[in-house]
């Protein structure tokens, strides 16, 4: 079993940044999971946001974040982070981790192709 624990959400003004992490521990766990982001605004369902490969190397960024959010991970760790500026309202939502060992370059934001899921962490932008 692997969990994923996030933390670092909070409130935030317009324009801000905010650095997501996410520890992952079990015995299972390894440099071999890709890792992911996503995210869930209220009344709306569940989006990725960016995605990271196993090697590190590949990064893959929604739209809406590209420029403004960096996704990176810390083998030694096994830690995963989203650091994310120029926050925008638009930002508002429920950050998840997820980790999957079965996930192609070509479906990195599927999100049934993750295995494991954290319970996710709060990010509140205000005007």
């Known amino acids: 079993q692997v969990q994923l624990v996030e933390s670092g959400g909070g409130l935030v003004q317009v324009g801000g940044s905010l650095r997501l992490s996410c520890a992952a521990s079990?015995?299972?766990?390894?440099?071999?999971?890709?890792v992911g982001w996503f995210r869930q605004a209220p009344g709306k369902g569940r989006e990725p946001v960016a995605a990271?490969?196993?090697?590190?190397?590949?990064?893959y960024y929604a739209d809406s974040v590209k420029g403004r959010f960096t996704i990176s991970r810390d083998s030694a760790s096994n830690t995963m982070f989203l650091q994310m500026n120029s926050l925008k309202p638009e930002d508002t939502a429920v950050y998840y981790c997820?980790?999957?060992?079965?996930?192609?370059?070509?479906?990195?934001?599927?999100?049934?192709?993750?295995?494991?899921w954290g319970q996710g962490t709060q990010v509140t932008v205000s005007s």
């Open positions: 997820a980790a999957g060992r079965g996930v192609g370059r070509t479906t990195m934001f599927r999100e049934r192709d993750y295995d494991y």
């Open positions: 990271i490969t196993s090697s590190g190397r590949s990064t």
């Open positions: 079990g015995r299972t766990f390894s440099s071999d999971y890709v």
